[in-house]
């Protein structure tokens, strides 16, 4: 089945410590995004990639890095610079344009710091 | 700039009676809607999208939404409303203007609340 996977569904992170965010897609979508969730809240884009070896800021891009060397992955890093890092985070990606077909997301990971 | 509004943090209703959700938006040009819900600890699932046409849009588990041009609103409904309907609800817009690319516009999300 075609969809998109995130890893780890828990992840647990020590003060100073950088984590990644696994997100791989196999729909064949152009775009990829990344939001967070914080406690029955809305969503807040972090980064966004149009295409392959391309990625923009979003509206709370601090503290965050990601990469996209290929087409189906669009990891996402939270650096010990990001001070409250403790939220739910969603992957999402959309065919091009996704103005048609919205968007498909994966089943979100969930961060705290310890 | 393109915005939506979800004017309701939580709605309560109870089971078996009909609901609405409340969603309205600003777009330049005409609007591409959809609603997504969101389940605990899960990501968002798709509901349903108004592209063009009627106006009433069926979706699944039995939502509905009808687009209101003239009230620049997309209202999520559905007659009978069930305690699994529970979960948090998000109404997203995208301008057909957009061209090439573009991102969908979320609104904070509605929590529905069905007590048996």
């Known amino acids: 089945d075609g969809g998109i996977t995130q890893s780890p569904k828990y992840l647990f992170r020590k003060e100073g410590q950088n984590v990644t965010l696994s997100c791989e897609q196999n729909?064949?979508?152009?775009?990829m995004y990344w939001y967070r969730q914080d406690p029955g809240q809305g969503l807040r884009l972090i980064y966004y990639s149009q295409i392959v070896n391309d990625f923009q800021k979003g509206d709370i891009a601090e503290g965050y890095s990601v990469s996209r060397e290929k087409k189906e992955s669009f990891p996402l890093t939270v650096t010990s610079a990001q001070k409250n890092p403790t939220a739910f985070y969603l992957c999402?990606?959309?065919?091009?344009?996704?103005?048609?077909?919205?968007?498909?997301f994966g089943s979100g990971t969930r961060l705290t710091v310890v | 700039a393109q915005s939506v509004a979800q004017p309701e943090d939580q709605v309560n209703v109870a089971e078996g009676n009909p609901l609405t959700v409340k969603c309205t938006y600003s777009v330049s040009g005409n609007p591409y809607l959809f609603w997504y819900v969101q389940y605990p600890n899960r990501g968002l699932q798709f509901l349903l999208k108004?592209?063009?046409?009627?106006?009433l849009v069926k979706g699944s588990y039995g939502f509905e939404a009808e687009f209101n041009k003239s009230q620049t609103s997309f209202h999520l409904k559905k007659p009978s409303a069930l305690v699994s309907d529970s979960a948090l609800y998000f109404c997203?817009?995208?301008?057909?203007?957009?061209?090439?690319?573009?991102?969908?516009?979320f609104g904070a999300g509605t929590r529905l609340a069905v007590h048996p």
């Open positions: 997203a817009v995208i301008s057909e203007r957009s061209g090439g690319y573009n991102k969908l516009i």
């Open positions: 999402a990606s959309s065919a091009t344009g996704g103005a048609v077909d919205g968007y498909t």
């Open positions: 729909l064949n979508h152009d775009a």
């Open positions: 108004y592209i063009t046409g009627d106006n």
